[in-house]
């Protein structure tokens, strides 16, 4: 029985002599072009691969930048979705409860730790600073009065001891001095006095409606940071904590893998000496910015910051969809191109710039994840966890987070990856049937051919004019 690894390079390799064919693209490289061949059961890999080999460079750039601007709506709907079932799980098994007093206006509050909250030292990044600019959205002056949660909570950070109130749902108080009550550095959390006679669901619903969970430069910022470390290293991010979100990927990579059947155990959340040094080694390369490109000799490239901050403000400045489009097809040219500046070769050029589109692709999910891992959704989850298993409960760090609620994140990446395999597969079915077509015709051509010249042999037509009808001279 074939594997998939040699179901993979048929498919491959029929794709490549249907286009040697009917004279289509340029010949990849299978090994360092096609990834997925080895990568076991990652669809999206897969699909993008096979586009690849049959479109190239700049219809992949066309799929990527349609993605980034008209499907990120519907994902972020998606998630909320899930985001609220799951809450709605965690309280009573889907009953209604009033809010425990000590969670009312009235009442002492919920106490956490700010690293609790945390997980991506996000908080100990300035939202003006320029890598905090790439970090937060709506950075407003003051902070605190933000629309985005992050930065609402890191405004609250720099008020010490003020409450400040979100959206009519949460009054928060941070405080860096501990007493009897509280260590320091916490933040104590109460619901507005508007939510006294409102269900826990009622204010979970609200809170996760109340969130603008990401946008297309926060997606873009994200993901250009997860490849080559752009932002890590302008907020120089420590070893740890690039080790940490090293990890992280991990396990996003181990349940986008996963079949629907697949029971996740904890061999999802622990990691073997080889995938440890792996994950060593990628957070070398990122507090050094940069990248191994594999299909050049590893050969370094990197994206400097200043490309994504003239990104994050063209795009502000533009009014209209189309333009933002444009922005965003425009600036990805010019990062693929800078990916080419320290290869020699130009007939490398090409596959660079092909790889680099599809890692933004590939690495979508994760940048998904890695702000859902912000404090904005964890809060939300802590809050929770606190109000159903007491005071004490708590995440030790983000892997046991995605641990604790595995079905969640696995319920998100099969919801994001469904929407990115839905546009991918229509272009791969689009794809293959012209490609189909094309090769039916052209064979039927061959044959008319042959045929034709059968004929005029017997007539005594010089074999120069048959070999001309034949395409020979």
């Not at 992949?60 to 994902?75: A, K, N, P, R």
């Not at 959205?137 to 930065?151: H, K, Q, R, V």
């Not at 949460?170 to 507005?192: C, E, H, L, Q, Y």
């Not at 189909?436 to 051919?449: F, L």
Request: with cysteine; glycine share 6%.
């Amino acid at each position: 029985m074939s594997t998939i690894v040699d179901k993979k390079k048929k498919i491959f390799g029929n794709i490549a002599a249907a286009r040697t064919l009917t004279e289509g693209l340029p010949k990849l490289k299978t090994s360092s072009s096609f990834p997925s061949i080895n990568n076991g059961g990652n669809s999206i890999s897969f699909l993008t691969d096979l586009i690849k080999s049959l479109i190239g460079y700049e219809a992949l750039l066309t799929t990527l930048v349609d993605i980034l601007t008209y499907s990120l709506t519907e994902t972020e709907r998606e998630i909320k979705i899930a985001l609220k079932q799951d809450l709605k799980n965690i309280v009573s098994c889907g009953v209604d409860p009033h809010l425990p007093n000590f969670i009312k206006s009235t009442g002492a509050g919920i106490v956490i730790e700010a690293n609790k909250v945390d997980f991506i030292d996000l908080l100990k990044i300035d939202p003006n600073s320029i890598g905090g600019k790439l970090s937060y959205n709506d950075i407003t002056n003051p902070l605190f009065s933000s629309t985005d949660f992050n930065t609402f909570l890191y405004g609250a950070v720099q008020d010490d001891g003020n409450p400040h109130t979100w959206n009519n749902i949460f009054d928060i108080t941070f405080n860096s001095i501990g007493n009897s009550t509280r260590p320091n550095n916490t933040f104590t959390i109460k619901a507005n006095s508007s939510y006294n006679n409102k269900t826990l669901t009622d204010l979970n619903n609200n809170f996760i409606d109340s969130l603008i969970l990401f946008n297309t430069p926060n997606i873009v910022n994200k993901i250009i940071d997860i490849i080559f470390g752009s932002i890590a290293t302008n907020v120089k991010k420590t070893r740890k904590q690039l080790e940490t979100e090293a990890q992280i990927n991990a396990v996003i990579d181990k349940l986008v893998d996963t079949d629907s059947d697949d029971i996740i155990d904890d061999s999802y959340f622990t990691f073997t000496n080889d995938e440890v040094y792996v994950q060593q080694q990628d957070a070398g390369l990122r507090s050094k910015g940069v990248v191994k490109l594999e299909c050049c000799n590893k050969v370094a490239a990197s994206v400097p910051v200043s490309f994504l901050t003239n990104f994050n403000d063209e795009y502000s400045a533009a009014t209209t969809t189309v333009d933002k489009k444009d922005v965003i097809n425009n600036n990805l040219i010019l990062m693929a191109n800078q990916n080419t500046t320290n290869s020699p070769n130009p007939s490398d050029h090409y596959p660079i710039k092909l790889n680099f589109v599809q890692q933004i692709i590939n690495n979508l999910i994760k940048a998904i994840i890695g702000i859902i891992l912000s404090p904005k959704v964890v809060m939300i989850f802590i809050i929770n966890y606190k109000i159903i298993y007491g005071p004490t409960a708590e995440f030790n760090g983000p892997i046991d987070f995605i641990k604790k609620n595995k079905v969640l994140f696995n319920r998100i990446m099969k919801k994001i990856s469904g929407i990115i395999i839905k546009i991918l597969l229509v272009i791969a079915l689009k794809k293959i049937a012209e490609l189909t077509g094309a090769v039916a015709a052209k064979r039927q051509i061959e044959k008319g051919k042959n045929q034709l010249t059968q004929i005029l042999s017997l007539v005594g037509v010089p074999q120069e004019g048959l070999r001309a009808i034949k395409g020979l001279t």
